[in-house]
């Protein structure tokens, strides 16, 4: 078992209102069903990419002549060209570098015009045939595109600043090297008759009638990860091929997209080398043809239903995270996992339904509710509790700390189908369960099926879910969180608050569940106090399971030799960052066991390509020893 310590910190808790763009809950069926229609899911977003660790400025040299004529210009697209032999030497190395395309030139098709502007039709066949092309044309040089894809606008100082400390040249410009392909779907309603790669209009175009690119360049703030912005920036370097069912909108969608390029075309007239022009295709077969001839190129057909056919990395994501956090049983009668569609079948599986979130609270009497005044059995599928982190140590109170405890007593109780012996209330109103044995009251109770359950599975509900593992299993908290994870196969992000407020509550829990009710307090005190070393440097999180041979973690696992051993980990490929071990620790880790990748940082500059074929040796090497070279 291997593990790659990254150099990320661990982020701070960020609220599930955040997620602006998770509209449905995940579901296997949203992403793979085949027969019946259903509604493109939203992709679910990663809210806890964290902060990227720029690192230190690399020293400026200056930048002197190249020491041979033409040097300089084969690392810049963008060099100065000094007389017509440079030029033409230039221009002919740029175009042996540029992909082609299917639709350059675009002489070869019918050209409408209308003023300045042109469009050209295209059919069915050669949309495809563009399609096939473009696949199999090589990714450009990232030097000649990053950081330019970052985003670099002439107002963000802070963004240009970073970038020009470790490059050169700023490469503001746009790149000349790109001739790439963006479809469109003229309706922007990707739901339905979508093809491969297809975007919306909205991605890349201002709203109103006169077509304008959108200046996508963050104009404050840092950052590497700009992915949102990658679809415009690509759109602008690319041929554009226009498709629906509606020919007047495509038509329309067309001219408004040439017009936009033809004003991009003229702001940038002189400030460099001439860009390449790019041109707007409109296709002018109906959908249907695609699904004819073409499925193999649909990713939606015409009813809305996925197809199969086409890899959609989001779709992909979705359902990779579904089968990662799909629910399973992890005592009796209590399940954990992601939250079900609304009406789905996997809802009726479940009695009762606990949504962990940022606006959960703490209450504790509707469950004694649902165990008291409900025997038969009805379905509430409408009960919450805090996230992890919400409940930040030092500041929780006693209050809280009894409601997590009689939320973990009651769960056990509608999960086994019992009640306490004495549920009187003490006087400030409160449920007094000290004594948690199985004895039912007079009539029998069915035991309920609960689901603990969040938007992905696992990230708001691991503190609920760690209380209730260490409360029905009786194993100390340290144990709970480590057999939550190897025993029964779950994952989950904890915060540092949750290690805090549940070492506070592991007396208790131990002390209250059913399972430790014949130990006394000495042995339960022993049990607590013999927690294992890792506990101790422990931040919240494990290091994610991500195949069965190997865990991507940060700099805090690595640094916690004794989480990675617990873990069955036995090697570690550390990328940019060295593990802090105390003496010693090395050497009886073992030095053929670590592979440390040094100058290389996560900072959207530094180029991981390099490294890659000793980290997949010695990844292999490992593999092939534990596994087999199957």
């Not at 593992?469 to 009786?474: A, D, I, L, R, W």
Request: glycine fraction near 6%; include cysteine.
């Amino acid at each position: 078992m291997a593990t790659i310590a990254l150099p990320r910190p661990i982020p701070a808790h960020r609220s599930s209102a955040d997620i602006v763009d998770l509209t449905s809950p995940i579901s296997l069926s949203s992403t793979i069903d085949t027969k019946q229609p259903t509604a493109c899911p939203t992709p679910v977003p990663n809210k806890h990419i964290p902060a990227c660790p720029t690192g230190p400025a690399l020293v400026q040299t200056p930048n002197t002549p190249p020491p041979s004529p033409g040097r300089e210009e084969e690392d810049d697209d963008h060099a100065a060209i000094t007389d017509n032999n440079s030029r033409s030497n230039s221009r002919r190395r740029l175009e042996g570098r540029r992909p082609s395309s299917h639709l350059h030139p675009a002489d070869k098709f019918p050209r409408l015009r209308l003023g300045p502007l042109s469009v050209f039709e295209i059919d069915a066949d050669n949309v495809a045939a563009a399609i096939r092309h473009t696949a199999k044309q090589p990714l450009p040089d990232p030097a000649h595109v990053f950081p330019w894809f970052h985003g670099l606008h002439p107002s963000n100082h802070m963004q240009q600043a970073f970038f020009i400390a470790r490059k050169k040249k700023a490469l503001r410009k746009t790149p000349c090297c790109l001739r790439g392909l963006t479809v469109v779907k003229a309706d922007g309603n990707l739901c339905a008759s979508r093809l491969k790669g297809a975007i919306s209009p909205q991605e890349f175009l201002r709203p109103g009638l006169e077509g304008e690119f959108i200046e996508m360049d963050p104009k404050e703030g840092f950052s590497v990860r700009n992915f949102h912005i990658q679809v415009a920036k690509s759109a602008i370097t690319s041929d554009i091929i226009v498709y629906g069912d509606d020919s007047q909108a495509v038509r329309m969608m067309g001219w408004k997209i040439a017009s936009a390029q033809a004003k991009w075309r003229e702001k940038h007239r002189g400030s460099g080398p001439k860009l390449p022009e790019y041109n707007t295709f409109v296709c002018v077969s109906p959908f249907r043809e695609f699904e004819k001839r073409y499925g193999e190129i649909v990713a939606v057909d015409s009813s809305g239903v996925l197809t199969g056919n086409v890899l959609d990395f989001f779709y992909q994501e979705r359902r990779e995270m579904y089968d990662m956090t799909k629910a399973s049983e992890i005592s009796k009668n209590v399940w954990l996992g992601p939250t079900p569609e609304p009406g789905h079948e996997d809802e009726k599986k479940y009695d009762i339904m606990i949504e962990c979130s940022d606006l959960g609270r703490l209450n504790p009497s509707a469950l004694q509710t649902i165990a008291k005044d409900y025997p038969d059995g009805e379905k509430f599928h409408d009960l919450d509790f805090p996230s992890s982190g919400s409940i930040p140590a030092p500041t929780w109170s006693h209050a809280q700390a009894d409601g997590i405890l009689e939320t973990c007593a009651w769960i056990w109780h509608l999960a086994h189908g019992t009640l306490p012996k004495d549920t009187d209330t003490d006087l400030d109103g409160d449920v007094n369960m000290s004594d948690t044995s199985q004895t039912p009251e007079k009539e029998e109770r069915r035991p309920r099926k609960i689901l603990i359950h969040c938007a992905d599975g696992y990230t708001e509900s691991t503190m609920l879910a760690i209380a209730y593992f260490s409360y029905s299993t009786g194993r100390p908290v340290a144990d709970a969180w480590l057999d939550l994870h190897t025993v029964m196969k779950r994952n989950f992000f904890a915060y540092p608050t949750d290690v805090s407020l549940l070492a506070s509550l592991a007396p208790r829990l131990l002390r209250e569940s059913p399972v430790c009710a014949d130990k006394d307090l000495s042995e339960i005190t022993a049990m607590v106090q013999n927690e294992p070393k890792w506990f101790a440097s422990l931040d919240g999180s494990l290091p994610s399971r991500v195949l069965d041979y190997m865990y991507l973690g940060n700099l805090g696992h690595a640094n916690n030799p004794d989480l990675l051993k617990a873990l069955g980990i036995t090697q570690i490929l550390s990328v940019g960052e060295t593990a802090m071990w105390r003496d010693g620790e090395r050497e009886e880790w073992g030095e053929d066991n670590v592979l440390v990748i040094q100058g290389v940082q996560d900072n959207g500059i530094d180029p991981l390509t390099d490294e890659f074929e000793k980290c997949l040796d010695f990844i292999g090497k490992w593999k092939i020893h534990s596994y087999g070279a199957g």
